[in-house]
């Protein structure tokens, strides 16, 4: 970047240290300021600090910790948590009080971020219900509907790397905010721009301290919605079954639903079951990484375990290592796991008669097509929707009391059952990847011969994710022309196969590309998405990441599986298939 470009950054850079070492905070934070300032060689880390303002954005808040403008604090926390608290007040103006809740995961800064939020709240006449400890965010989502609360918090950074902090807002309905609630709570914080405007103490409100109470009834929900093969459970409840929490806020309700669901085999990784924000023992808290399950594995290929669970910090999302044919753990990606779990519902309920004709599912636009074929399959309705399972979620409360939702699931590890919790959940999951285990077991199974299985039924769908990072100002242009250029100049064919169907959610517009005709993509709201299909099913997704300095690339293609003896070869074209459309695409 030329001198001339960087004079306006660093000039805001300038005023926002001033108006930190003169304005409204504390003495504390004001040296920690003057310290990173006087450090050697310290220019970039300090314009990072300071050269813009952390974004609220439709998900909340997510940062690096620290000082300045540009970072997670106390200061930032506090004027997101305002912004949101006032556009609370106006919008449940008719109550008496508004309630909200609050947990937090295992980061470093979580509870005492947390405690920030509680008080704020309070001071603004709130009540407050905050945990006792650390929980994890699906059990926030179920709060809020347990005790009538309009808003909650939950402080986390999900998998984030250790210096990250955040937190999610949700609304009344247990779901992170969408629209028009999401804007509406941006544009209220951006109106909070001095720590005067917060109030950090004072006020009529109360916080409330909550904790086993909720457990109990947040797993006693969980219970109902599982237990659907009790026989094979109690037949088989001495499977070993190694459960990590990866240092997070899974390490107790995890193992304890596995209990309640009558597993009595759950192994243990004691180094990972510390509460450690600073993750000592992965590389990354993501279970997408695999290294993130090496010592998991390792614990049960020394054990003779059959499955491996890890949930993530804030035990939202889950990951499954099962064991191949040749006894060897295979981590499943998020579209295999939604698709046995899909799958293991939708036949249990049919078999017992639970299937009525007003059920569905849902999956987001990029997670596989198997789903909607097991759907299909089973007369089971199932809808799509954008990535995030805040949009899942809306779909629930559009039906809610109309229509019954059985699961729902997106292949970024993410996957929930019934409309007790309106977030991803990893406890329920646990609890019901434990369950299919032990069913397919009771058939003489195991969970990779279900998944072939599964494949056999209906056509092995396998799919990959390629992103491009472009870092910076230019970065985000580049990925801007990126989508433009890929709209001027959609792709004829992709691995041989003619493109025949053009799905643009920026316009929520479907283009037949041989006759022209087009047709409206029922969605509530558009976003900046392309996806080609072509005559052979190929799918090819292309959206920019909203959280990352990325464009990501979504990959679905499919091939029948005959016979378990097929899967290394079916295998093997399936990703010649998917390397050949990246090299079309210059990727």
């Given at each position: 970047?030329?001198?001339?470009?960087?004079?306006?950054?660093?000039?805001?850079?300038?005023?926002?240290?001033?108006?930190?070492?003169?304005?409204?905070y504390?003495?504390?934070?004001?040296?920690?300021?003057?310290?990173l300032?006087?450090?050697?060689?310290?220019?970039?880390?300090?314009?990072?600090?300071?050269?813009?303002?952390?974004?609220?954005?439709?998900?909340?808040?997510?940062?690096?910790?620290?000082?300045?403008?540009?970072?997670?604090?106390?200061?930032?926390?506090?004027?997101?948590t305002?912004?949101?608290?006032?556009?609370?007040?106006?919008?449940?103006?008719?109550?008496?009080?508004?309630?909200?809740?609050?947990?937090?995961?295992?980061?470093?800064?979580?509870?005492?971020?947390?405690?920030?939020?509680?008080?704020?709240?309070?001071?603004?006449?709130?009540?407050?219900?905050?945990?006792?400890a650390?929980?994890?965010?699906?059990?926030?989502?179920?709060?809020?509907?347990?005790?009538?609360?309009?808003?909650?918090?939950?402080?986390?950074?999900?998998?984030?790397?250790?210096?990250?902090?955040?937190?999610?807002?949700?609304?009344?309905?247990?779901?992170?905010?969408?629209?028009?609630?999401?804007r509406?709570?941006?544009?209220?914080?951006?109106?909070?721009?001095?720590?005067?405007?917060?109030?950090?103490?004072?006020?009529?409100?109360?916080?409330?301290?909550?904790?086993?109470?909720?457990?109990?009834?947040?797993?006693?929900?969980?219970?109902?919605?599982?237990?659907?093969?009790?026989?094979?459970?109690?037949?088989?409840?001495d499977?070993?079954?190694?459960?990590?929490?990866?240092?997070?806020?899974?390490v107790?309700?995890?193992?304890?639903?596995?209990?309640?669901?009558?597993?009595?085999?759950?192994?243990?990784?004691?180094?990972?079951?510390?509460?450690?924000?600073?993750?000592?023992?992965?590389?990354?808290?993501?279970?997408?990484?695999?290294?993130?399950?090496?010592?998991?594995?390792?614990?049960?290929?020394?054990?003779?375990?059959?499955?491996?669970?890890?949930?993530?910090?804030d035990?939202?999302?889950?990951?499954?290592?099962?064991?191949?044919?040749?006894?060897?753990?295979?981590?499943?990606?998020?579209?295999?796991?939604n698709?046995?779990?899909?799958?293991?519902?939708?036949?249990?309920?049919?078999?017992?008669?639970?299937?009525?004709?007003?059920?569905?599912?849902?999956?987001?636009?990029?997670?596989?097509?198997?789903?909607?074929?097991?759907?299909?399959?089973?007369?089971?309705?199932?809808?799509?929707?954008?990535?995030?399972?805040?949009?899942?979620?809306?779909?629930?409360?559009?039906?809610?009391?109309?229509?019954?939702?059985?699961?729902?699931?997106?292949?970024?590890?993410?996957?929930?059952?019934?409309?007790?919790?309106?977030?991803?959940?990893?406890?329920?999951?646990?609890?019901?990847?434990?369950?299919?285990?032990?069913?397919?077991?009771?058939?003489?199974?195991?969970?990779?011969?279900?998944?072939?299985d599964?494949?056999?039924?209906?056509?092995?769908?396998?799919?990959?994710?390629?992103?491009?990072?472009?870092q910076?100002?230019?970065?985000?242009?580049?990925?801007?022309?990126?989508?433009?250029?890929?709209?001027?100049?959609?792709?004829?064919?992709?691995?041989?196969?003619?493109?025949?169907?053009?799905?643009?959610?920026?316009?929520?517009?479907?283009?037949?590309?041989?006759?022209?005709e087009?047709?409206?993509?029922?969605?509530?709201?558009?976003?900046?998405?392309?996806?080609?299909?072509?005559?052979?099913?190929?799918?090819?997704?292309?959206?920019?990441?909203?959280?990352?300095?990325?464009?990501?690339?979504?990959f679905g293609?499919?091939?029948?599986?005959?016979?378990?003896?097929?899967?290394?070869?079916?295998?093997k074209?399936?990703?010649?298939?998917?390397?050949?459309?990246?090299?079309?695409?210059?990727?």
């Amino acid at each position: 970047m030329s001198e001339k470009n960087q004079e306006p950054q660093n000039m805001q850079v300038v005023a926002n240290i001033t108006s930190w070492l003169k304005g409204s905070y504390d003495e504390e934070t004001k040296q920690q300021l003057r310290e990173l300032i006087a450090k050697k060689d310290n220019t970039r880390e300090v314009i990072d600090c300071f050269y813009r303002s952390l974004e609220f954005g439709t998900g909340g808040l997510r940062g690096i910790m620290g000082v300045g403008t540009n970072r997670m604090n106390k200061y930032t926390v506090g004027m997101a948590t305002q912004g949101l608290a006032n556009y609370l007040k106006q919008n449940f103006a008719d109550l008496p009080q508004v309630k909200v809740a609050i947990a937090y995961d295992c980061r470093n800064n979580s509870s005492a971020f947390a405690k920030i939020v509680a008080d704020i709240f309070a001071a603004n006449d709130f009540h407050v219900y905050l945990f006792d400890a650390l929980r994890p965010t699906p059990e926030l989502s179920f709060a809020i509907r347990l005790l009538g609360c309009q808003s909650g918090v939950m402080v986390t950074a999900s998998h984030n790397p250790k210096e990250y902090n955040g937190y999610k807002a949700y609304w009344s309905d247990g779901a992170q905010v969408t629209a028009p609630h999401d804007r509406s709570i941006i544009y209220e914080v951006s109106k909070i721009t001095d720590p005067s405007q917060v109030k950090f103490t004072g006020g009529n409100g109360s916080i409330e301290i909550i904790g086993e109470e909720v457990d109990e009834a947040y797993l006693s929900g969980i219970e109902s919605l599982l237990k659907l093969s009790p026989a094979a459970i109690e037949r088989h409840r001495d499977i070993k079954i190694v459960y990590t929490p990866l240092h997070g806020c899974g390490v107790k309700l995890a193992p304890a639903m596995l209990a309640r669901m009558g597993f009595t085999n759950v192994i243990h990784v004691p180094e990972q079951d510390v509460n450690d924000g600073n993750f000592p023992t992965v590389y990354s808290p993501n279970p997408e990484e695999p290294t993130a399950l090496k010592m998991a594995i390792d614990k049960a290929l020394a054990t003779g375990a059959e499955l491996v669970l890890a949930t993530d910090p804030d035990a939202d999302r889950i990951a499954l290592a099962v064991r191949d044919k040749k006894g060897d753990f295979l981590i499943l990606n998020g579209n295999q796991t939604n698709a046995i779990f899909t799958y293991y519902l939708l036949r249990r309920w049919k078999e017992l008669g639970k299937l009525h004709g007003k059920e569905y599912t849902v999956k987001t636009i990029v997670t596989t097509n198997l789903i909607a074929a097991i759907a299909e399959a089973f007369d089971v309705e199932c809808y799509s929707c954008y990535t995030g399972f805040k949009y899942i979620a809306e779909i629930v409360r559009k039906y809610e009391g109309k229509k019954i939702h059985i699961c729902g699931g997106e292949e970024s590890f993410g996957f929930n059952v019934g409309e007790l919790v309106r977030d991803k959940d990893s406890i329920v999951s646990c609890g019901l990847a434990a369950e299919v285990t032990a069913w397919a077991k009771e058939q003489g199974l195991s969970m990779f011969d279900l998944l072939l299985d599964i494949y056999r039924q209906f056509g092995y769908y396998k799919e990959r994710q390629i992103s491009a990072t472009k870092q910076g100002k230019e970065g985000l242009e580049a990925i801007l022309q990126m989508m433009r250029d890929f709209r001027a100049n959609p792709p004829k064919s992709l691995a041989g196969s003619d493109v025949k169907e053009i799905y643009d959610y920026q316009i929520l517009e479907l283009k037949n590309v041989k006759s022209g005709e087009i047709k409206d993509i029922d969605q509530p709201s558009i976003s900046n998405v392309l996806q080609y299909v072509t005559e052979d099913g190929t799918i090819v997704s292309v959206r920019p990441s909203g959280t990352e300095p990325k464009i990501k690339f979504y990959f679905g293609v499919r091939q029948n599986l005959n016979s378990a003896d097929e899967f290394d070869s079916v295998t093997k074209a399936l990703d010649e298939k998917i390397d050949a459309i990246a090299a079309e695409l210059k990727l």
